[in-house]
């Protein structure tokens, strides 16, 4: 009897501690689910906190924006609050929206259509309803000066099939900007255009290719203002009949649509304008020049590397001379790739400014190189003797500084184009170059170079009469 008690006190003794590990095990797993949800909680509860203070805080004034940003230890922390700093602006344009209105009034003259548009803004971030992109833009170039008008009358010619169509076209374009009560800058946009045409030619605003589209070129488009603040850009981009010509416009095109206060000069090597970059350019809708500008006849015929885009080049140099007074000048082909701060930060060099350029030669990037924050020479995979072996795409130039050098040229020597140009600006110090991307520390901008395409082949117009295929074969650019 003994023996069995004991046997059976041994035997509910190990169940009651069997029992006591198990609930031992559950009272440590609920008690590390509740610290970690405190600690969500409280985490949650912090970023909320620094959410509505971020959020509470006004909007920097006009005079407190840095023009330019270079990195920082809050570069990168930066893209965290975009999102955020995105609603702030829409806030900001929702709480101001009584201040702006929109109004649109036409008047039609016996024998001239006369269109006259007035549009207030208010705010950056603040919806504009139907207004055109065009008309969003010329209100960014003038967002921050007092008044200023200016009228615009050029005749454009266009030679297509041995007929020759004239048309003018003259833009009055009247911009005030004002204080609200709030603080909040209100700019004013008045344009009228009127527009004449000799024989029987219409500039459509057509966004496809149409028949009338095609014969006449290109249509009018709205004019560029250069604006006092911030300094203007004049973008110059050779280009020439190829396959890919469209598609590599088309893709700079819309990367120089996020760049206010841009002029684009796109200069063709050939003997006449082409009516599809022309509709290509209208389409992106960036402020442009077309012009045309043939490479001497003697450098075509040469069977050695010949000198592209330095007939082009020069042509927008020479426009600029006449028109331009201030602001940056910078080559950007069309076959490269730019990150948009690129821009912003040339934007207010003053006289030369140097980058880094990714994709060239064996080395992978040709850049200056940097030491000590001086510029102590240049590296490249190939110098050639040259005093600045760059890339094409990694300098600008100021206006001013070119127009005080009159002579100021690129040559027709394959491989040395950039070199004698900047040769060109002399006198030039190495300490009077201004040196971007963090200095030198970054890249911005890429030589990518575009597969080559063979031209279509020919369609066939009797197998495939009344199709689509009929209009998308004027669209093929063969050389």
Known sequence: MKGGNYTSLGTCSGINVSGNVAGTRKMSLGKSIKM??????????IYMALYQYHISREPFAASEVVKHQEKSSS??????????????ANSSSNTNNNSTTTSTTTTTAPTTPTTTTTTTVGSVG???????????????????IPSFKSTLSESRSVSLGGHQKTATVKTSTTI???????????????????????ASAKLSAATTPTASHMENGYKT????????????????????RRPEQLAELTRLGYTLKHVVNLLWLVIEDANKTNPLVGHTLDRIGVPYEYM?????????QTKKAKPRGVSNRNRGLEYLREHATEGVLYFADDDNTYDISIFEQMRY????????????????????????GKLVGYYDGWIGGRKYPVDMAGFAVSVKFL?????????????????????????????????????????????????????????????????????????????
């Open 75 to 88: 570069y990168i922390a930066s893209y965290l609050w975009s999102p955020i700093s995105l609603l702030m």
């Open 36 to 45: 970690y949800l405190t600690i969500f909680i409280l985490t949650t509860c």
């Open 221 to 240: 488009r709205p004019t560029f203002v250069a604006a006092s603040l911030p300094p203007p850009l004049y973008i110059i981009t050779p280009t020439y």
């Open 349 to 372: 060099i003053s006289k030369v400014a140097m980058w880094p350029v990714g994709l060239v030669t064996k080395t992978g990037v040709s850049s200056p190189i940097i030491q000590a």
């Open 292 to 300: 045309v500008a043939p490479m001497p006849e003697k450098y075509k």
């Open 403 to 479: 127009k005080e050098r009159p002579n100021a040229q690129m040559p027709f020597k394959p491989g040395y184009e950039e070199d004698g140009f900047l040769r060109s600006l002399a006198p030039l110090d190495d300490a009077e170059i201004e040196l971007l991307a963090d200095e030198c520390r970054d890249i911005l901008t890429w030589h990518t170079q575009t597969k080559k395409n063979a031209p279509a082949q020919a369609l066939n117009r009797t197998r495939y009469k009344n199709t689509n295929l009929e209009h998308i074969d004027r669209l093929l650019v063969r050389p």
């Open 176 to 198: 005030t900007t004002r204080t609200t009560a709030s603080g909040l800058a209100t700019t004013k946009l008045s344009a009228t255009t009127r527009t004449t045409a000799k």
């Open 126 to 144: 603040q919806k504009l309803g139907a207004s055109s992109i065009s008309s969003i833009r010329m209100v960014s170039l003038a967002a921050t």
